[in-house]
Structures are given as C-alpha cells and as structure tokens.
C-alpha cells in the first residue's frame, strides 16, 4: 500500500521471475530484496509518478520452498514444503515429509548444501550431527530450510552400539508398509 493513495493498496504477487506488477510501474524486479530494500526501491519508482510516496510492504503468504532430500531416507527426491506459520521448514520437517530416515542413515554425518546468491551455481555446505540434536538437544543442529537446500543423509559406516535407539526415534516412519 502507498500511503495517502488509497487507490494503489493492491495484493500482487512476486513471480517466479522475481518480478511483481505494481500499479503505475508496471513489472519491477524485486528478486533478491528485503522487505524494507523493496519498499524503498518502489518508493523511488513512485517519485516519478507521486510527490512523496510511502510505500508499506506485508507479506501474506509465503510461497512454497523446493528442497532436495537424498540418501538414507524413505523416499528420497524433490520435495515441496509450505510454512503454514510465518516459520520456515527445517531439516526435520523435510525428513519427516520424505518418510524418515532409513535404518542405515548415519545420523551423525547429514549434509546441507545452500545455494550462494548469483547467477553461478556455487554451494556453501555444513555438516550436522542429529546425535547431538536427539540426545542432547542441540537446535542448531536443525536449521531453517531455504530454497534450492540439498539434504544429503550419509549410510552409517560403522553400526554404533546405540544405532537402534537412534533408528528409533522420532525421525523413523511411523509405520512400515509390507507387500
């Protein structure tokens, strides 16, 4: 909405182009802007056409995020998560929506991948520990998920002696189907 012109307060929606159509301008790439860089972005789009525009922006839906899950789970692939809070999915939201874990996922050697900003395809990778987040408690070790993330679950090398406890938490599927 634009302050004091009523007439402007739209919902529009950023495309997958990264652009939104804005009345007065037309389509404006706002790819890659925080809500407060946008809204000063178009405020100076607006100058050209209004004396002083204040321009407020609000998200009132999040768009789904597309991560790729791979190795030690039931289900691997693809996978589409909605944030029906304002929260963004994390790992454990992404492994519970590709079936859980396998029971030879080494728990203690899950990757993540990240995408950089850029037109280049570079990563930036971290390693995670869900021993530490099981046994310990450690939320860290259960990062917000973005778009493009890679989950990479490794196959444990070695069986640990507390490897069924591990695979019998809450990261397993709830049932197992037999044909």
Known sequence: SVIGAGELRTNTKILNDGKAIIPLLGPVKLKGLTISGASQYLETLLKKELI??????????????KVSIIGEVSIPGIY???SITSDLPTVITAIEEAGGISKFAD??????????????????????????LIFKGDQSQNPFLFDGDIIDIEKVKNLEKDFLSITSTSLSPKSIKVN
Do not use: A, M
């Not at 002083?52 to 995020?65: G, S």
């Open 80 to 82: 589409k998560l909605n």
């Open 52 to 65: 002083n525009p204040k321009v407020e922006l609000f998200i009132i839906e999040n768009r789904p995020i």
């Open 107 to 132: 728990l203690t050697n899950i990757s993540l991948r990240r995408k950089l900003p850029g037109e280049e395809r570079s990563y930036k990778k971290t390693n995670l520990n869900f021993k530490n």
